[in-house]
Nanobody, 124 residues
Framework: QVQLVESGGGLVQAGGSQRLSCQAS????????VGWFRQVPGKEREFVAG????????YYADDVKGRFTISRDNAKSTVYLQMNSLKSDDTAVYYC?????????????????WGKGTLVTVSS
């Protein structure tokens, strides 16, 4: 089993920055991919950014490319999401997600473990 705990959410002004952290514990050696999804009430959870745990490959949703950066610290088993130039549309609950396999893209059905989420509110 793997546990994921997010932190770093909060209120930020439009145009500002926020960094989210996801601390993984447990059988982290079983993980192949880790990423971030987000969800707004009434809408489907959507992919934001992801990376392969032991590779340099990163993946981003089109609307966050150039603004968000995902990175990892293997020694700390932690994944970060640096969010810059935030917009009101980025307001959501952000979930850390991890998978034991990766089939070319990050999908909700491919996630094996979820964190409980952290709320990011961008005020305009």
């Amino acid at each position: 089993q793997v546990q994921l705990v997010e932190s770093g959410g909060g209120l930020v002004q439009a145009g500002g920055s926020q960094r989210l952290s996801c601390q993984a514990s447990g059988r982290t050696d079983s993980l192949y991919a880790v990423g971030w999804f987000r969800q707004v009430p009434g809408k489907e959870r959507e992919f934001v950014a992801g990376l392969l745990w032991s590779h340099r490959m990163t993946y981003y949703a089109d609307d966050v490319k150039g603004r968000f950066t995902i990175s990892r610290d293997n020694a700390k088993s932690t994944v970060y999401l640096q969010m810059n130039s935030l917009k009101s549309d980025d307001t959501a609950v952000y979930y850390c997600a991890a998978s034991r396999e990766f089939r070319g893209r990050f999908t909700i059905s491919g996630v094996d473990y979820w964190g409980k989420g952290t709320l990011v509110t961008v005020s305009s």
